[in-house]
């Protein structure tokens, strides 16, 4: 039996009055989705706790078949182990991002214009992250380059116990009442501002002005935590898997699990990435002996973030037609020729809804499908209202994994 798990990251959203009042996924063309929905079991699934945030990290742990009630140690010790710092017992891991604050006024009276500075280059962000580390690296700091606007700061022996807040969480809000709070703050509060008298001036900063693109003029320090402990998925399943994402973050669980990362070239993060290399490379790795694929894609939730209605709307059809229809094409061929069945997954990790530029804990559209029939009771179509009316809702997220490997979701 072979194993896919399609995540399309934030897809699901609420009613959009430019869409006349239904979501992205009620109108994009999708056939495969909605066949998985009409041949096999649709319904929905609750990914984030009521006690959690309902992040990126989070809720992928929760489809991964982890209770972040008892996993979840933080989002950056995640996307630390996936950039592969090597994180000491003590060490605590934070997300750096590169923003674009409005204004040259107080810092704390600025406002949260982008999260991701027009989502800046990895390698102009790695110049800038240079200069960052330069200005703050002591025996107990260390910023760490990522991928586009994602980096990573380590803290030797630091505070967890700080309030901080994501950025794409406050996107057109004045920053006062986000600013760090709690035990260590201050000094993740004094990097912050500081950044901002030394960055606009950066010969990067300088270019993307030129170009007309947002600066990242400060960075913002958030998602804090130790390293977590995972069961390894081979040892809970018997499953040989791989994970297939643009983000560390994903990566970073996947590794955790025991799962082998897949890098795709031209992967990026948002809806200008290399969707049909993913499938490509999710079908090599089911070639090459594998069992299971996590294949995570993050441009609705950009999609999302960034209020794009049209893109994210075409980021599900994108999804459908160059990864789900090519993938699920080769292996109903692989089972007419070997007669070994196969199950796929599709569903979001949270909603990330366009009116609110943000992630909510509302529980998520699911659709499973089964080749050898393990699964029906379809709905007619697959979005946010059909499955709804299935009547099949799974409150605990993390069991929906083990259920969909076991062939039975009820």
């Known amino acids: 039996m072979k194993y896919i798990v399609f995540l399309g990251d934030g897809m699901a959203d609420q009613p959009v009055v430019a869409l006349g009042h239904k979501t992205p996924l009620q109108v994009a ?28 990290d989070t809720a992928n742990m ?28 003590g060490d605590i891991a934070f997300r750096t991002n590169m923003v674009t604050l409005t204004g040259d006024g107080a810092y704390n009276e600025r406002v949260m214009l982008d999260y991701s500075a027009d989502e800046i280059g990895s390698d102009e962000a790695a110049r800038l992250i240079e200069v960052i580390n330069e200005h703050f690296h002591d025996s107990e700091l260390q910023f760490y380059p990522g991928k586009s606007y994602r980096h990573c700061l380590i803290w030797k022996n630091g505070e967890t116990a700080m309030k901080l807040t994501p950025p794409h969480d406050i996107l057109t809000r004045k920053v006062t009442a986000y600013l760090p709070q709690g035990p260590g703050s ?22 993307r002005h030129k170009r007309e693109l947002n600066q990242a003029n400060s960075i913002w320090i958030w998602g804090q935590g130790k390293r977590p402990d995972l069961p390894v998925l081979s040892e809970q399943y018997g499953l040989k898997g ?41 079908i090599m790795e089911f070639e090459r002996g594998q069992d299971y694929v996590y294949l995570h894609v993050e441009a609705p939730d950009e999609c999302g973030h960034r209020a794009e209605v049209d893109n994210k709307v075409k980021s599900i ?3 459908d037609r160059e990864i789900i229809g090519p993938v699920w ?3 109903e061929q692989k089972k007419q020729v070997t007669g070994e069945d196969y199950r796929l997954l599709v569903l979001p990790d949270h909603p990330t809804p366009l009116n609110l530029r943000t992630h909510t804990s509302d529980p998520v559209p699911f659709a ?7 699964f029906r009771a379809g709905t007619a179509s697959y979005d946010e209202y059909t499955c709804a009316e299935s009547g099949v809702f799974l409150g605990i997220g993390h069991t929906l994994f083990g259920k969909f490997i076991a062939g039975k979701i009820d």
């Open 317 to 319: 059809e994108l999804i």
């Open 62 to 89: 929760s489809v991964m078949g982890y209770d972040p009630e008892r996993y979840y140690t933080g989002r950056s010790p995640l996307e630390a182990i996936s950039m592969s710092i090597e994180m000491e017992p």
């Open 242 to 282: 791989s994970v297939i994402s643009a983000v560390d973050l994903i990566n970073g669980i996947g590794i955790c699990a025991g799962l082998r990362v897949v890098e795709v070239p031209g992967v990026t993060g948002n809806i200008h990435t290399n969707f049909r290399g993913k499938a490509e490379h999710a």
């Open 29 to 56: 063309l999708k056939p495969n989705m909605d066949r998985m929905a009409r041949e096999g079991l649709a319904g929905l699934v609750k990914t984030v706790p009521d006690t959690l945030a309902p992040g990126s």
């Open 186 to 207: 201050e000094k993740l509060l004094s990097m912050m501002e500081a950044s901002a008298q030394f960055l606009p001036n950066h010969p990067v900063n300088k270019a």
């Open 329 to 331: 094409e080769y292996l």
């Open 368 to 374: 499973a499908y089964s080749s050898d029939g393990a």
